[in-house]
């Protein structure tokens, strides 16, 4: 069982640069994949960067790509995204996530959150203009 604890999230205006951090229980931490998702209300919970367990190989969202860093330190159990240009569209609610056992860099794989077995409960990030 991994239990995922968001924080860092805010309040910012455009341009600006937030980091969020997800601190993570247990040691199957680091033996995955890890990722951040966003949702706003009403749309569909979006990828936005992953992670593979060690740290070597990262992937991400066309529209951050760029601008966002995700990053892992194994040794304090943490995962994090580091934004920068932060835009008003990059406002949503970030989700951490913790991927399954199985699990594949494949875009229609892990883009979807159902390759995903473990949730933090989400930090607000809103970007005014």
């Known amino acids: 069982q991994v239990q995922l604890v968001e924080s860092g999230g805010g309040l910012v205006q455009a341009g600006d640069s937030l980091r969020l951090s997800c601190a993570a229980s247990?040691?199957?931490?680091?033996?995955?994949?890890a990722a951040w998702f966003r949702q706003v209300p009403g749309k569909e919970r979006e990828f936005v960067a992953v992670?593979?367990?060690?740290?070597?190989?990262?992937e991400y969202a066309d529209s951050v790509k760029g601008r966002f860093t995700i990053s892992r330190d194994n040794g304090k159990n943490t995962l994090y995204l580091q934004m920068n240009s932060l835009k008003p569209e990059d406002t949503a609610v970030y989700y951490c996530?913790?991927?399954?056992?199985?699990?594949?860099?494949?875009?229609?794989?892990?883009?979807?959150?159902?390759?995903?077995?473990?949730w933090g409960q989400g930090a607000q990030v809103t970007v005014s203009s």
């Open positions: 996530a913790v991927a399954r056992s199985s699990f594949y860099f494949i875009r229609s794989l892990y883009s979807s959150s159902g390759e995903y077995d473990y």
């Open positions: 247990g040691r199957t931490f680091s033996t995955r994949a």
């Open positions: 992670t593979s367990s060690s740290g070597g190989r990262t």
